[in-house]
């Protein structure tokens, strides 16, 4: 079993920064991604970004260039820094760890969200 549990999240005017954080506990040895999903009322979830345990990174088209993503392996800990937040960001993030189990076989976990509001 694997935690997670966010915080960071908040009201922002377009243009400002907010840091997400995302802890991690539990079985982590085998977690292979951890990363953010998003989903805005009425929308379906979409990857925002994630990052591998060897630390490749990517994005969603949306996002590059305006958010980063990072882990602190001693913290077992990932942020997500959202720079020049736009109103379209506006959502209720989750974060993700997915992991590897035995056959090949994978498991998401989720986080239980923290929300982003961006006022324009």
């Known amino acids: 079993q694997v935690q997670l549990v966010e915080s960071g999240g908040g009201l922002v005017q377009a243009g400002g920064s907010l840091r997400l954080s995302c802890a991690a506990s539990g079985s982590l040895f085998s977690i292979d991604y951890m990363g953010w999903y998003r989903q805005a009322p009425g929308k379906q979830r979409e990857l925002v970004s994630r990052?591998?345990?060897?630390?490749?990174?990517n994005y969603a088209d949306s996002v590059k260039g305006r958010f980063t993503i990072s882990r602190d392996n001693a913290k077992n800990t990932v942020y997500l820094q959202m720079n020049s937040l736009k109103p379209e960001d506006t959502a209720l993030y989750y974060c993700?760890?997915?992991?590897?189990?035995?056959?090949?076989?994978?498991?998401?976990?989720w986080g239980q969200g923290t929300q982003v509001t961006v006022s324009s």
């Open positions: 990052i591998t345990s060897g630390g490749s990174t």
């Open positions: 993700n760890a997915l992991a590897l189990l035995p056959g090949l076989k994978t498991y998401n976990y």
